[in-house]
């Protein structure tokens, strides 16, 4: 089965850390530029940042630059993002996801992240509160 799985949501305390993965199964995330997007009740999903096959990140969102760091594991195949001192705002359903075709680059813009999707995860759910 050829999927993306997220994990690392859930409850996170204001001011705390939030460590998100993008896992592959059936074939080789390495080879994929590979985007986070969030979304909030009632909007629209948006992109936050992507990470390049060649270790190459941008990050979509300018609120959050500082405290967000992109990163691949090559040990577990994964793609990375970690999220520092956590405000409300951070709530959201974020799911990761691959461009295609493989080997492409991320888009400059974050709009045109969304136009060159081919696969999605199933999201995962991360709750702010005390």
């Known amino acids: 089965q050829v999927r993306l799985v997220e994990s690392g949501g859930g409850l996170v305390q204001p001011g705390g850390s939030l460590r998100l993965a993008c896992a592959a199964e059936g074939f080789n995330l390495d080879d994929y530029a590979t985007g986070w997007f969030r979304q909030k009740p009632g909007k629209e999903r948006e992109a936050v940042s992507c990470?390049?096959?060649?270790?190459?990140?941008?990050e979509y969102v300018d609120s959050v630059k500082g405290r967000v760091t992109i990163s691949r594991d090559y040990a577990k195949k994964t793609v990375n993002r970690n999220i520092e001192n956590v405000t409300p705002d951070d709530a959201s359903i974020y799911y990761c996801?691959?461009?295609?075709?493989?080997?492409?680059?991320?888009?400059?813009?974050?709009?045109?992240?969304?136009?060159?999707?081919?696969?999605w995860g199933q999201g995962i759910q991360v709750t702010v509160a005390s």
């Open positions: 990470m390049s096959t060649t270790d190459f990140s941008t």
């Open positions: 996801a691959t461009v295609m075709p493989g080997g492409e680059p991320c888009p400059a813009q974050e709009t045109a992240l969304l136009e060159v999707i081919g696969r």
